[in-house]
């Protein structure tokens, strides 16, 4: 499996710079995320990797090498475009065909494919009666029908439901098994962030910051939710909760037997220390991280 | 040359399952007999009223036919998102393009060879070769228009603004044209050549077209009466203006896409 790299792509539409100097690596058995607001520069970074896009400066690099013709990696290349369709007069089974005949993929792969999407019931009706997720599904099929090394999904949750969700897990699984490259755009964070390994994020065409979802998280420094069960036994918690104050920037706002404060990363340790002091009063604790969703907007708030 | 010819049978069966290509493929089919039956009735020979009023009606219905058939062979794929999942298949674009294209010229042909098919069984015995004739030329003037209508299809950001770009085309072509030739000669008083004219004249496929058949079905000298004789261009010429049309035009289509690719 080679490497592949976007490495300083830059791109501009007329007076807009859709990207600028943009690096990223994709690691193969790896899944790369690439989130930011709508505009940001996901698709045309994408559109650069597919060839659909001719950047300014900058391009595609494989195991080092600047990748001039583009013909290696489309032969290797699986693609699902953002809310696709397809013809409406054919079968799902007829639209399969069509890309394996054109991929140079077995037609006995497609029953395997149909099945792992979920779609060997529909296979032969024309896809004028698919629902959105099952046209969703049938774009995934066509994705992974010639095991690719690349994959790339543009917003592959779009029309999912439950079910989906699991086939395209398993998809992104397989591939990662596999050894192939996986690259995807999608707004679905919190849904994405224990799936992937490194995200990019985007903003006006800049990379605004790229790492694991841990490492961004960490650099953030966004403080954490600490919630403390009180035993019924000990109802005053008086003491309890000034200890906590004088931790200093602690607010805890009692409810019931229940205690919330938020901390910083760096004085978690600090507040966990009270609880062998209050063993008696503190009957169980339950740290709450903040949601990606969270570091999203903190990254991109934050000018590089 | 894999995913070339992948294409062309995906979408010759696609258009062969559209409805509209169906129900005009119906029309011509019925329009053609109502021709032939007419014709054979008013007159002796197939040849001398069959062929020409077939040519007349082919001149008005193919181009129309070709031209939606071919509106929506770019942006159609473009709104359904999927113009980049065929381009990143391990094709050039210019043969995802003149793939496209041959495969509706295919789907077009159905239509043509059943219409022009079913005059030719109507037709008397004698006149039947002569309205075999018809089948080439109507294919290639039904492919330089659905070149035409693929061309617009890539300028055009949607269908429906490739459908009337695609009609106003075909009002153009084939009812003004003409005229605005003939309104050219009068406002300029006979400024222009008559080989000007004819070039004019020729460069339109649904003129070539009417200029090419009429001649097969009266000779070069039934147009004498008319004046128009000079209108038949040498056949190398002829050929050349059908290959500049269903040629050049997809490979212009292939530019557009490409140029595309750096100022979307």
């Given amino acids: ?304 | 040359m894999r995913v070339g010819r992948a294409l062309v049978w995906h979408e010759f069966q696609e258009r062969i399952r559209d409805r509209w290509v169906i129900v005009v493929s119906i029309l011509f089919m019925l329009m053609a007999s109502g021709v032939t039956l007419y014709s054979r009735s008013a007159a002796e020979s197939a040849a001398a009223m069959t062929g020409p009023s077939l040519v007349t009606l082919a001149s008005l219905l193919v181009p129309l036919v070709a031209l939606i058939l071919g509106h929506d062979v770019i942006c159609g794929e473009r709104e359904r998102n999927t113009l980049g999942l065929l381009l990143t298949l391990p094709a050039t674009t210019g043969e995802v393009v003149f793939a496209k294209v041959i495969g509706r010229v295919l789907a077009l042909s159905i239509s043509v060879v059943l219409g022009l098919g079913v005059a030719v069984l109507l037709a008397d015995e004698g006149g039947r070769e002569a309205l075999v004739a018809l089948l080439w030329p109507t294919v290639l003037l039904g492919a330089a228009f659905l070149s035409l209508g693929t061309l617009l299809s890539s300028v055009a950001k949607r269908p429906s603004t490739a459908a009337s770009m695609a009609v106003a085309s075909w009002f153009l072509l084939v009812f003004f044209y003409d005229l605005g030739l003939l309104g050219l000669l009068v406002v300029t008083d006979g400024a222009f050549s008559s080989e000007a004219i004819s070039g004019l004249v020729a460069a339109n496929p649904a003129g070539l077209y009417r200029v090419e058949m009429m001649s097969h079905y009266s000779g070069p000298t039934g147009f004498e009466d008319l004046s128009v004789a000079a209108f038949l261009p040498a056949r190398n010429i002829s050929s050349l203006i059908w290959v500049l049309w269903i040629v050049g035009l997809p490979a212009i289509t292939t530019l557009t896409l490409a140029r595309q690719r750096s100022s979307r």
């Avoid at chain 1, 597919?50 to 290349?77: A, F, Q």
Wanted: charged fraction near 25%; glycine fraction near 10%.
């Fill in chain 1, 1 to 304: 499996m080679k490497s592949i790299s976007l490495r300083d792509v830059s791109v501009r539409f007329g007076s807009v710079q859709a990207l600028d100097e943009v690096s990223v690596d994709l690691v193969p058995g790896e899944v790369t995320m690439l989130a930011g607001p709508n505009g940001s520069g996901k698709s045309t970074l994408m559109g650069v990797l597919l060839g659909l896009v001719r950047p300014n400066s900058g391009g595609v690099v494989l195991d080092g090498e600047e990748n001039r013709t583009g013909r290696w990696l489309k032969e290797r290349l699986g693609y699902l475009p953002e809310a696709v369709a397809f013809a409406p007069n054919l079968s799902g089974y007829q639209v399969l065909r069509f890309f394996a005949a054109a991929r140079g993929v077995d037609t006995a792969r497609i029953g395997a494919v149909l099945e792992n999407v979920q779609l060997a019931d529909a296979a032969s009706r024309a896809v004028r009666g698919y629902s959105r997720g099952m046209i969703q599904r049938l774009g995934l099929a066509v994705a992974v029908l010639s095991e690719p090394q690349l994959l790339v999904l543009d917003e592959p949750t779009g029309g999912l439901d439950q079910a989906g969700i699991s086939v395209l897990w398993r998809i992104i699984e397989e591939q990662k098994e596999r050894g192939g490259t996986i690259l995807m755009a999608s707004h679905d964070l919190v849904l994405m962030e224990k799936r992937v390994h490194q995200v990019v994020m985007l903003a006006g065409g800049k990379l605004r910051a790229k790492g694991t979802p841990e490492e961004l998280r960490a650099r953030t420094m966004l403080p954490l939710r600490v919630h403390f069960s009180l035993d019924p036994a000990y109802p005053t918690v008086d003491r309890f909760l000034e200890a906590i104050e004088n931790l200093g920037d602690c607010v805890p706002q009692q409810n019931g037997l229940k205690v919330v404060t938020e901390i910083a990363p760096d004085r978690l340790l600090a507040l966990l220390s009270l609880q062998p002091k209050f063993n008696g009063t503190v009957a169980g604790i339950r740290i709450e991280e903040p949601g990606f969703d969270a570091v999203y907007e903190s990254v991109l708030k934050v000018e590089p």
